[in-house]
């Protein structure tokens, strides 16, 4: 229902070429939209956030495990330190530079669901790579289509069973935040970096969440900015310039 307004004009000229594609865009509808975010509301019933922080940070890597196979992308010893370094940093920021803390984690049942969904979005970054010459928009419209009947059936057992979304300010604002900004916003700028860079590089981006989120929390709910938090946003930024620098013959 948001995106229908934006993309209407441009889905008349392309829903041929969505339609003829289907099988594609029935993937990116299932994996991304729809099974994705399933399995991530599932799982953070269960375990705890700290989890998955930690479980979603292997998304570039299971992104770059798949796309060598299956499309045939090369990778280089840089890229791959640039990786791990970053990853330091994410763990870093995680676990607050509490070496302790991290041996102490625990996993739960809902950490399956995590690992289930960090699978299925590398998959979805896969897909995008045979996604239908059509307008941003009009992909998203499409994706989010499919998302939508994808969704229905367990939207309508989980109501059925006791359990239906309560219609509160609370609720509501957070329904529309979550449509707004992680959903449309997010999937439409995502969708976009991997049509640039590709899934691999784009997929990297990822480890920026953590120190972002740690920035935010500095910044909106004044929380205190502590060492950990700079060591880790620098082998974050300093990984992926790594990773990214260009060496000699434009490679």
Same mark, same amino acid.
């Given at each position: 229902?948001?995106?229908?307004?934006?993309?209407?004009? &441009?889905?008349?000229?392309?829903?041929?070429?969505?339609?003829?594609?289907?099988?594609?865009?029935?993937?990116?509808?299932?994996?991304?939209? +729809?099974?994705?975010?399933?399995?991530? $509301?599932?799982?953070?019933?269960?375990?705890?956030?700290?989890?998955?922080?930690?479980?979603?940070?292997?998304?570039?890597?299971?992104? %770059?495990?798949?796309?060598?196979?299956?499309?045939?992308?090369?990778?280089?010893?840089?890229?791959?330190?640039?990786?791990?370094?970053?990853?330091?940093?994410?763990?870093?920021?995680?676990? &607050?530079?509490?070496? +302790?803390?991290?041996?102490?984690?625990?996993?739960?049942?809902?950490?399956?669901?995590?690992?289930?969904?960090?699978?299925?979005?590398?998959?979805?970054?896969?897909?995008?790579?045979?996604?239908?010459?059509?307008?941003?928009?009009?992909?998203?419209?499409?994706?989010?289509?499919?998302?939508?009947?994808?969704?229905?059936?367990?939207?309508?057992?989980?109501?059925?069973?006791?359990?239906?979304?309560?219609?509160?300010?609370?609720?509501?604002?957070?329904? %529309?935040?979550?449509?707004?900004?992680?959903?449309?916003? +997010? $999937?439409?700028? $995502?969708?976009?970096?991997?049509?640039?860079?590709?899934?691999?590089?784009?997929?990297?981006?990822? $480890?920026?969440?953590?120190?972002?989120?740690?920035?935010?929390?500095?910044?909106? %709910?004044?929380?205190?900015?502590?060492?950990?938090?700079?060591?880790?946003?620098?082998?974050?930024?300093?990984?992926?310039?790594?990773?990214?620098?260009?060496?000699?013959?434009?490679?």
């Amino acid at each position: 229902l948001i995106v229908l307004p934006f993309a209407w004009w &441009q889905l008349r000229v392309d829903w041929r070429h969505m339609r003829a594609a289907w099988p594609v865009m029935l993937g990116l509808g299932t994996l991304g939209g +729809a099974s994705f975010n399933l399995c991530m $509301y599932i799982g953070l019933q269960t375990t705890q956030a700290i989890n998955a922080g930690l479980l979603q940070a292997f998304i570039p890597v299971t992104i %770059l495990m798949l796309a060598i196979p299956i499309l045939g992308e090369r990778t280089s010893l840089r890229q791959l330190s640039g990786m791990a370094v970053a990853f330091a940093g994410v763990l870093a920021i995680i676990f &607050q530079g509490d070496l +302790a803390r991290m041996l102490g984690l625990s996993f739960t049942r809902g950490d399956i669901w995590i690992v289930a969904g960090v699978v299925l979005n590398a998959f979805y970054s896969i897909v995008l790579k045979w996604k239908p010459s059509v307008h941003p928009l009009s992909l998203l419209a499409g994706i989010f289509a499919v998302s939508s009947v994808a969704l229905l059936p367990p939207y309508i057992i989980e109501s059925l069973n006791g359990r239906p979304v309560p219609l509160t300010d609370v609720s509501i604002a957070a329904i %529309l935040y979550v449509a707004l900004f992680p959903a449309v916003a +997010a $999937y439409f700028c $995502y969708n976009r970096g991997i049509e640039l860079l590709g899934p691999s590089r784009a997929g990297v981006a990822i $480890y920026l969440v953590p120190m972002m989120v740690s920035l935010l929390a500095v910044g909106l %709910l004044g929380e205190p900015f502590h060492l950990y938090h700079a060591v880790g946003m620098a082998l974050i930024l300093g990984g992926l310039a790594f990773a990214e620098a260009r060496r000699g013959g434009g490679k």
